[in-house]
Structures are given as structure tokens and as C-alpha cells.
């Protein structure tokens, strides 16, 4: 058994150490905030690339500053597939726990109601991927980003705007905009700490 | 002779069996995460193990001469890159002796 703990930790390490230069934060935060900044915009466009592209942009980026400083490592597929299974079983039991409160204690048919809670809907989205970050790396940062982003929701959802919008887009571009600083932050302190190694990657 | 002792002296006789290769504490290590990852290259298993370069290359060509392991040279951005991963049989070896250990251990 315990040799069993020790290689999951040992999986979990590997894990974390390879996600430790904060751009998955910094790609997640700028499709957020393009997705709340550019929402009524013909620029909208450029958020579809953006999503369809973040990965290779990730990739391209770490290909030039992640690898040549901690290495690179590839994972099982089968373990990423089965967590992705695990986030969209999660994601279902949002769209549903959410649906069934709107039944209860509103009016499904009534658009303006659905507008009033997106934030909350979002915010509650987000938990998935910031858990299934969680369980496979064991870094704290993400239950932080998780909890952060449902009382952001909570609290766009319950205050009343002008507009019916508006909460959706303010949840968007703060919850994106702090995942985009912490991000960037996160980069840079990552590039201080790994200078480039001189052995290369022989 | 008890029966009991008899099974006892079979598990502890099973440490002779232990693959000796593989038991070696820095190479434990590099079959550990090589086991928990599809590939990993050489700079990644530098910095996981804190091997030196060196101390990593000569018990990887050990294990690759073993057929334990699976080295690729290939060139990235004009610069070499060495990719490692556990081969069929080293995952089997790796398997192996984690049973024996955990029959001798508990």
C-alpha cells in the first residue's frame, strides 16, 4: 500500500512541477476576460481563435521558456482522459443543480433570471477544472482559485445592476483579470528561479 | 519446522530474487518516475531525482543496456533533447519488483 501512496506523490510532483510556470492560469484569465470584455463586440471573433489556439499558444510558449528550465515530461493519456470524464460529469451535475434551482425558486422561462445567476453558473463551472487541477497536482493555489471564483459569482449574482449583463461581465473580467496577474506573477517568479541551464538538455 | 516458519523463510528466500538493478536507490528512483509518466526528458529527470548530469546519464545507460528504458536523441531548436521511457519489459521489471517488495516488506 504504501508503495502505492508513494507513486501517486510521486505522479501528484510530477505533475505539479511541470504546471509550476502559471500559464495555464494566464491563458485561462485572458480567455475570461476576452469572453467578458469582448462579449457584445464584433472582436468576439478573436476570443472562438483564442480558445480553439490556447493550447498550442501554451505549448509554443513553454516550448521556449517551461522546457529549456525544468524539462519536459509527457502523461498517461488514460489518466487525463478519465479526469476529463470526471469534470464533465461535474459540469453536467452543475447545469442541472443550477436548473432545478431556478425551477424551484424562480421561472425557467424567464431570461432575465438566467442573466442574474450566470455569474454563479460560471463561478461554479470553474470549480471543475480548478479541482481536477487540485486532486492532480495537490497544489492548494487551485482550491484558493475555486473558492475565490463561486463567492465572486455569488456575490456578481445577488448584487442588482442597471444592466442585466453587467454582473456576468464584471464577474468575467475581475475573476479572469486576477487569474491573468496571478498568472503572470507566478511566470515571472518561475523565470527567476530557473535561470536557463547551462547542461542543456542532453 | 513449523509450516508457518516455512512460508516466512519462502518470502525471505524471495529476496534473493530482487532485482538488483533496479534496486539500486538512484535508479529506484528513475524507474519510479518513469513509471508514473508516459516519457520524461533528461533535464525534467535531473531536476525530479537531483541526480547530476553524470550521476543520471550513467545509470540511465545501465538501464538502457538493461532494456529496461527507451533513450531518444533527437535535435529541438538545433540543440539536442533526450527523451526517456520505460520500455515494455521495464515496466514489467519495475512491476516485479515492486510485488517482491511489498511480499518481503508487508
Redesign the interface.
Do not use: I
Given at each position: 500500500m504504501t508503495q502505492n501512496i508513494n507513486l501517486k506523490e510521486i505522479e501528484k510532483k510530477a505533475y505539479r512541477d511541470s504546471q509550476q510556470d502559471g500559464l495555464m492560469e494566464v491563458m485561462m484569465g485572458l480567455i475570461l476576460m476576452t469572453f467578458g470584455g469582448f462579449f457584445y463586440s464584433p472582436v468576439f471573433a478573436f476570443y472562438i481563435l483564442l480558445i480553439v489556439f490556447a493550447g498550442r499558444i501554451v505549448e509554443f510558449i513553454r516550448r521556449r521558456y517551461t522546457h529549456p528550465r525544468i524539462g519536459f515530461v509527457k502523461f498517461h493519456k488514460d489518466d487525463s482522459k478519465d479526469a476529463l470524464t470526471g469534470v464533465f460529469l461535474f459540469e453536467v451535475t452543475v447545469i442541472v443543480i443550477m436548473f432545478t434551482l431556478i425551477s424551484l425558486f424562480g421561472n425557467v422561462k424567464d431570461y432575465s433570471q438566467w442573466v442574474d445567476w450566470a455569474p454563479l453558473f460560471f463561478g461554479m463551472i470553474l470549480v471543475g477544472p480548478f479541482a481536477h487541477a487540485q486532486s492532480r497536482s495537490g497544489n492548494v493555489r487551485y482550491t484558493g482559485y475555486a473558492i475565490l471564483s463561486v463567492i465572486l459569482g455569488l456575490f456578481f449574482s445577488l448584487t442588482e445592476f442597471a444592466s442585466g449583463s453587467t454582473g456576468l461581465i464584471l464577474y468575467l473580467v475581475l475573476m479572469g483579470g486576477f487569474l491573468f496577474i496571478s498568472g503572470l506573477f507566478i511566470f515571472a517568479m518561475f523565470l527567476r528561479r530557473y535561470p536557463l541551464a547551462t547542461t542543456g538538455g542532453a | 519446522m513449523p509450516v508457518s516458519d516455512s512460508g516466512s523463510n519462502k518470502e525471505l528466500q524471495s529476496i534473493a530474487g530482487i532485482d538488483r538493478l533496479i534496486h539500486e536507490p538512484a535508479r529506484l528512483m528513475i524507474m519510479?518516475?518513469l513509471?508514473?509518466?508516459?516519457?520524461?526528458?533528461?533535464?525534467?529527470?535531473?531536476?525530479?531525482t537531483g541526480l547530476t548530469?553524470g550521476n543520471l546519464s550513467s545509470h540511465t545507460s545501465k538501464l538502457e543496456a538493461a532494456g529496461y528504458i527507451e533513450i531518444v536523441k533527437e535535435f529541438?531548436?538545433r540543440?539536442?533533447?533526450?527523451?526517456l521511457r520505460l520500455t515494455d519489459a521495464g515496466m514489467g521489471a519495475f512491476q516485479e519488483y515492486?510485488e517482491r517488495?511489498?511480499k518481503v516488506l508487508g
Open positions: - | 519510479a518516475y513509471y508514473v509518466v508516459e516519457s520524461a526528458d533528461f533535464l525534467f529527470l535531473m531536476r525530479q548530469p529541438v531548436d540543440k539536442p533533447h533526450t527523451m515492486r517488495m511489498m
